[in-house]
């Protein structure tokens, strides 16, 4: 008995062997895709929604938990663009990482995707506030979507005096977006969505009381864009169901009873055929040449999609310093159309998911 126990051991000792002398295989993590740089998207079929501000955990499951709220509201609808407004101090490059890792599991196509740090969200511990673009399953804007442009109001900081009531600022945001919204002949209920950009939270009852009644059926979000802003200010945009055709595939508009400028379109109006949008392109450093490069990049991506830059009626930057927004007003026109310029919301933020990041530059592009 005793050697045929031996005989049996035999072979087991021989692959123990065997396998210690083996070469162990390294465990490789699989490698997460990149979010799409543009993505083509029917106008008629979008729809809105913002996930609920939480303050429980860290960023990475407020990040998780903004996604699957997003998922279980919008109906089995295809997401097809994110927008993050990111507060505190956590990496902002998790967020992409996270987005890309939990559609991929849920065998989804990937969103494009905007990453953007704020000073403060309207709830104690919240780090991230996501805005989602998502495709119905079937046509919900007949006619197409009119995007507005942010309606700033503004007031110097007093240093004797560093706070300000927000409410006459914000008034002033809302009743210039009505102005343009009627100017399309549209009224508050055809509103759904409206992002309103702050200097401060001070008020912020009051001022989302406000914007609640005059826009009863929008997503509404609410952010201070930097921790210490040099200016007080209120910025609301709005996107908008048009109620009859705009009469071209896209098109800009400045209405009477807004100040005309050389730099943005108060509005444009667009749909319900397809338009390309961008994600957030990053450049770095403040050189002429790096802003040059940031757009050189998005004019390739475009073109590849079948469009250009002169096609661009909505154009989001997001500058880190007032100097980087200037250099970046002095040469886009370079690559827009300036006699059509494309509405536009232009403000300073705390940060970017890069350090060395100056700024962030998103778009909407109609195909002709």
């Given at each position: 008995?005793?050697?045929?126990?031996?005989?049996?051991?035999?072979?087991?000792?021989?692959?123990?062997?065997?396998?210690?002398?083996?070469?162990?295989?390294?465990?490789?993590?699989?490698?997460?895709p990149?979010?799409?740089?543009?993505?083509?998207?029917e106008?008629?079929?979008?729809?809105?929604?913002?996930?609920?501000?939480?303050?429980?955990?860290?960023?990475?499951?407020?990040?998780?938990?903004?996604?699957?709220?997003?998922?279980?509201?919008?109906?089995?609808?295809?997401?097809?663009k994110?927008?993050?407004?990111?507060?505190?101090?956590?990496?902002?490059?998790?967020?992409?990482?996270?987005?890309?890792?939990?559609?991929?599991?849920?065998?989804?196509?990937?969103?494009?995707?905007?990453?953007?740090?704020?000073?403060?969200?309207p709830?104690?511990?919240?780090?991230?506030?996501?805005?989602?673009?998502?495709?119905?399953?079937?046509?919900?804007?007949?006619?197409?979507?009119?995007?507005?442009?942010?309606?700033?109001?503004t007031?110097?900081?007093?240093?004797?005096q560093?706070?300000?009531?927000?409410?006459?600022?914000?008034?002033?945001?809302?009743?210039?977006?009505?102005?343009?919204?009627?100017?399309?002949?549209?009224?508050?209920?055809?509103?759904?969505?409206?992002?309103?950009?702050?200097?401060?939270?001070?008020?912020?009852?009051?001022?989302?009381?406000?914007?609640?009644?005059?826009?009863?059926?929008?997503?509404?979000?609410?952010?201070?864009?930097?921790?210490?802003?040099?200016?007080?200010?209120?910025?609301?945009?709005?996107?908008?169901?048009?109620?009859?055709?705009?009469?071209?595939?896209?098109?800009?508009?400045?209405?009477?009873?807004?100040?005309?400028?050389?730099n943005?379109?108060?509005?444009?109006?667009?749909?319900?055929?397809?338009?390309?949008?961008?994600?957030?392109?990053?450049?770095?450093?403040?050189?002429?040449s790096?802003?040059?490069?940031?757009?050189?990049?998005?004019?390739?991506?475009?073109?590849?999609?079948?469009?250009?830059?002169?096609?661009v009626?909505?154009?989001?930057?997001?500058?880190?310093?007032?100097?980087?927004?200037?250099?970046?007003?002095a040469?886009?026109?370079?690559?827009?159309?300036?006699?059509?310029?494309?509405?536009?919301?232009?403000?300073?933020?705390?940060?970017l998911?890069?350090l060395?990041?100056?700024?962030s530059?998103?778009?909407?592009?109609?195909?002709?």
């Open positions: 008995m005793a050697c045929i126990a031996v005989m049996l051991a035999m072979p087991l000792v021989a692959a123990k062997k065997k396998k210690k002398g083996e070469e162990e295989v390294t465990q490789t993590l699989e490698v997460l990149d979010p799409p740089n543009v993505i083509k998207a106008v008629g079929r979008m729809v809105f929604h913002a996930a609920p501000l939480s303050g429980k955990g860290l960023l990475s499951q407020q990040v998780r938990d903004a996604v699957k709220a997003i998922w279980r509201v919008n109906g089995g609808a295809t997401v097809v994110l927008r993050a407004l990111v507060a505190g101090t956590g990496d902002l490059r998790r967020v992409q990482a996270i987005v890309s890792e939990m559609f991929a599991e849920k065998r989804q196509p990937l969103p494009v995707l905007s990453v953007v740090q704020v000073g403060v969200l709830l104690e511990g919240a780090q991230v506030v996501l805005e989602a673009t998502s495709l119905a399953k079937k046509t919900v804007n007949p006619h197409g979507l009119a995007f507005v442009s942010g309606k700033g109001a007031k110097p900081i007093n240093p004797d560093p706070t300000t009531s927000m409410m006459p600022l914000a008034e002033k945001s809302v009743a210039d977006l009505k102005t343009a919204l009627q100017a399309v002949g549209l009224g508050g209920a055809d509103v759904q969505r409206v992002t309103c950009f702050q200097s401060a939270l001070d008020e912020m009852a009051q001022v989302q009381g406000l914007v609640t009644r005059e826009f009863p059926s929008a997503v509404l979000t609410f952010a201070q864009t930097e921790r210490a802003p040099s200016i007080h200010v209120v910025e609301c945009e709005a996107i908008a169901r048009l109620k009859s055709a705009a009469g071209a595939a896209w098109k800009v508009m400045n209405p009477a009873g807004l100040p005309a400028s050389h943005f379109s108060q509005l444009a109006v667009a749909g319900p055929g397809a338009v390309v949008l961008s994600g957030g392109h990053l450049a770095f450093r403040a050189q002429d790096d802003v040059r490069l940031c757009f050189d990049r998005l004019k390739k991506h475009l073109e590849e999609s079948g469009t250009n830059l002169k096609n009626f909505w154009s989001s930057i997001y500058p880190t310093s007032r100097g980087v927004t200037e250099r970046v007003r040469i886009r026109f370079e690559y827009y159309d300036k006699a059509n310029p494309p509405a536009s919301t232009v403000l300073g933020f705390e940060g998911p890069s060395d990041a100056t700024f530059l998103e778009v909407i592009a109609g195909l002709r």
